[in-house]
Nanobody, 126 residues
Framework: VQLQASGGGLVQTGGSLRLSCTASGRTSSTYVMGWFRQAPGKEREFVAAISRVGVSNHYAMSVKGRFTITKDNARNTVYLQMNSLEPEDTAVYFC????????????????????WGQGTQVTVSS
């Protein structure tokens, strides 16, 4: 499975961005798609995840109510709509896919995901 993330950029505080992640290859083998982010000097952290059919989703508390994860199965694409952006949201954002079934206790963990995209930079200026 190959993942291609796009949509990052520079935005002012309070602005919005939409990230996209398109999967190719054996996408039928993956069950969960997630977004993570990593700021300079910090560990990679969970942002949001969505189940294969899009029925289940989960968000980090820091983004809940501001970010929305959706997916378009016909296009093998997952989106992350980010609103009310804050400087603390500045990071490289990575999409990832998992071979595991949806498990709320597992979707927040980096180790759950087998495949990773290359990352896209999001910078929020104050």
């Amino acid at each position: 499975v190959q993942l291609q993330a796009s949509g990052g950029g520079l935005v002012q505080t309070g602005g919005s961005l939409r990230l996209s992640c398109t999967a190719s290859g054996r996408t039928s083998s993956t069950y969960v798609m997630g977004w993570f982010r990593q700021a300079p000097g910090k560990e990679r952290e969970f942002v949001a995840a969505i189940s294969r059919v899009g029925v289940s989703n989960h968000y980090a508390m820091s983004v809940k109510g501001r970010f929305t994860i959706t997916k378009d199965n016909a296009r093998n694409t997952v989106y992350l709509q980010m609103n009310s952006l804050e400087p603390e949201d500045t990071a490289v954002y990575f999409c990832a896919s998992s071979l595991e079934f949806w498990n709320l206790a597992r979707v927040t963990k980096v180790s759950t995901y087998a495949y990773w995209g290359q990352g896209t930079q999001v910078t929020v200026s104050s």
